[in-house]
T-cell receptor, first 112, second 112 residues
Framework: DAGITQSPRHKVTETGTPVTLRCHQT?????MYWYRQDPGHGLRLIHY???????DKGEVSDGYSVSRSKTEDFLLTLESATSSQTSVYFC???????????FGNGTRLTVT | QKEVEQNSGPLSVPEGAIASLNCTYS??????FFWYRQYSGKSPELIMS????GDKEDGRFTAQLNKASQYVSLLIRDSQPSDSATYLC????????????FGTGTRLKVLA
């Protein structure tokens, strides 16, 4: 999986609790992305990063924040989890502008 | 809202037949196009990248791009039951933000 590790792989949490998902890469790629995947909606971009401390919002960023203090790590935080954030979360990385995204194995998050 | 459209399927083809998967996109300035395969419960894996008009072949797979019609397709020759999966079309957002938009995917079933 192109040197991408997502953790945890599965998590169950309660509504209102904070949750942080981690994406770690060993490829030294510049770009990192967080997507969520839900039935009927496909993959939707939450946030992405184009360098250390450089991030931008995607189409479904409300309720999520991100941080990237090192090239290899991109964290996704749900400040106060809601049931609508139950989903499968994928991290992806890419190198220069003409290369495709490569995905991690995903994190299945359930908010009860 | 920039969009990538795919027929959700399922598309059923007999083993050995050609499967044809289609994708249209709304952003006329998009330059990079990708096909991913996703097995149930797994992460998307890259099959093909295509950047210029015409056909690109890789083994049993052929990607076709027509930028004037804003249309990209994937042909799978000699379809095998192991090709049964969801196929995702992805397109870069032409604004230079390095965002990638995904279609909701077409589910392919290859019947033995």
């Amino acid at each position: 999986d192109a040197g991408i590790t997502q953790s945890p792989r599965h998590k169950v949490t309660e509504t209102g609790t904070p949750v942080t998902l981690r994406c770690h890469q060993t490829e030294n790629h510049r770009y990192m992305y967080w997507y969520r995947q839900d039935p009927g909606h496909g993959l939707r971009l939450i946030h992405y990063s184009y360098g250390v401390k450089d991030t931008d919002k995607g189409e479904v960023s409300d309720g999520y924040s991100v941080s990237r203090s090192k090239t290899e790590d991109f964290l996704l935080t749900l400040e106060s989890a809601t049931s609508s954030q139950t989903s499968v979360y994928f991290c992806a990385i890419k190198d220069d502008r003409e290369t495709p995204l490569h995905f991690g194995n995903g994190t299945r998050l359930t908010v009860t | 809202q920039k969009e990538v459209e795919q027929n959700s399927g399922p598309l059923s083809v007999p083993e050995g037949a050609i499967a044809s998967l289609n994708c249209t996109y709304s952003d006329r300035g998009s330059q990079s196009f990708f096909w991913y395969r996703q097995y149930s419960g797994k992460s998307p894996e890259l099959i093909m990248s295509i950047y210029s008009n015409g056909d690109k072949e890789d083994g049993r797979f052929t990607a076709q791009l027509n930028k004037a019609s804003q249309y990209v397709s994937l042909l799978i020759r000699d379809s095998q039951p192991s090709d049964s999966a969801t196929y995702l079309c992805a397109v870069n957002e032409a604004s230079g933000t390095y965002k990638y938009i995904f279609g909701t995917g077409t589910r392919l079933k290859v019947l033995a």
